[in-house]
């Protein structure tokens, strides 16, 4: 008989499929087949050898050699025990393992958490922050209604000093009262708007300092928050790939070690069969007792078949620690799609606040113009009312020529018949009209038009004739040059604005609308 050599480990590259767990496990079936075709040709063998057996009864030495064989297989049986008690115990190390590594999994799952936790009370911070944010832009628009009601009582007020304005160019003495207690009122509004002005511009910077720092404020926590971020996903991932790695290295090893001894126990075991195998063919030789070799092959058959329970929990075992393997990598991928999409989902929230923040500061740079707008027009205002001032000092004076010419035409035109003073009165009023037409006062969009007062204010009394003859002109003077002034011609304005305009002009400012 030739005896089968022990299996012996070459020592390759660790990177070839020989040293794999299914390597091992399909050379052991292969092992395990030729020893069966082995068996077929031992039995054979011992077929042949019945009927040597019957010539070799009267030998002595079968009873030492049965006591042997059974001592033999008592040890092999206590071996195998071991064996068996061994796995169970490796079994048992790994899934407390797994269970520990299972439960610092957890852990860290509840750590991460307990950061999105926090991350969701700064996002939440962030809300109430875009709440007051909203608070400030209601607050604006009220002042944009206040703004545009403020427009529409000036536009008002302009209306009535154009129908005062006309109503004293065409010289009615009787209305001037009305005028001045007109004037007055207007003063009065005017005081008001500028207070409320003020206010407004106080309530507005007070709110642009505000939404200032809440800008910077939400500038800075996002940074922080993105740096913070980024080096705890990069350090978590760098710690969760590194303990991954080293765990599944130290793991393979282990395995691989546990799967090369238990290689190595099998091919002994194997060995000590193929040993039995050979002693119990010589025992077949020797023995005389066909029933007590029925009995060796009943055993032999048994300890192959405790050989293929073992075989078999080594392939449970490969296969338990795959499925281990791969829900260990499937949790762990699901993990990390979880961070980033939180992780994305934050930056577009911080991305969409920012351009919230951009626009509104757009928009308080749009209501800064208006009010620009608002304060030429109320320096406007200022301008027009020195302006009525300067011309109530004119028409009291145009009034103190009045009486003067009335007494000097008595004087000179005592017998004078009513008829040809009417004419005479006829003539002073066209010539009023025809150069209170040479100034007419327009409002301008931006600023009101200044206004030159000409009056015939004297009389040539040397002269005998019935006709005005010289012009005296009351000039006003220039403000801030916005008009050329010429004696004995039209006043020449510089502003390019037509007449009659600002009723026309509307100004109209689109807003963006954002949505949270």
Known sequence: MQVQQPFQQQNQ??????HTPDSILKAAWQKINQNSIQLQTYEQQLI????????????????QEYSQKVQFEARLKSENRQLFDQLNQTCDELRRKLSNQAYEKDS?????????????????????????????KLAITNM??????????????????????????KGDDNQYDEFVTRIKVMDQEIQNLQHLIVQKDKQILDSKQKIQELVEFNKIEAVKIEQRLSLQFKQNYDTLLKDKSQQFEKEMKN????????????????????????????????????????????????????????KSLKIHFAEEIQNIRRQDQSRHDQQIDQLKSQISALTSQLQFIQKDVDGFC???????????LQQREIQALKQFEAISQKREVEIEGLKATIIVLKKEIEKLYPNHSKTNFEVIQNVTN?????????????????????????????INGANNNNVLSQSNVINVNNIDNAYSYQPNQPVQFRSTLQPNQYASQTITQQRQTYQY
Request: hydrophobic fraction near 25%.
């Open 362 to 372: 757009q928009e308080i740079q749009a209501k800064d113009q208006k009010i620009q």
């Open 108 to 136: 860290e799952i509840n750590s991460l958490r307990g950061e999105i936790k926090r991350l969701n009370e700064i996002f939440m911070g962030y809300k109430a922050r875009d709440y007051q944010i909203e608070k400030y």
């Open 13 to 18: 590259d660790p990177n070839d499929l020989e």
């Open 144 to 169: 944009d209604e206040n703004e545009k009601r403020y427009k529409d009582i000036i536009r008002d007020k302009d209306s009535e000093i154009d129908q005062l304005n006309k109503r004293l160019v």
């Open 255 to 310: 395995k691989t070690e546990e799967m090369i001894k238990l290689n190595n126990k099998v091919q002994f075991q194997e060995n000590r069969l193929t040993l039995l195998e050979n002693h119990s063919n010589k025992m077949s030789e020797i023995t005389t007792n066909t029933k007590e070799i029925i009995d060796v092959e009943r055993r032999f058959e048994k300890v192959k078949l405790e050989n293929d329970e073992l």
């Open 430 to 458: 066209q010539q009023n009209q025809y150069e209170a037409q040479q100034y007419n006062p327009n409002i301008l969009n931006n600023s009101y038009q200044r206004i030159s007062v000409r009056s015939n204010s004297g």
């Open 48 to 63: 042949k050898k019945d009927k040597e057996i019957e010539q070799l009864k009267e030998e002595l030495k079968m009873q």
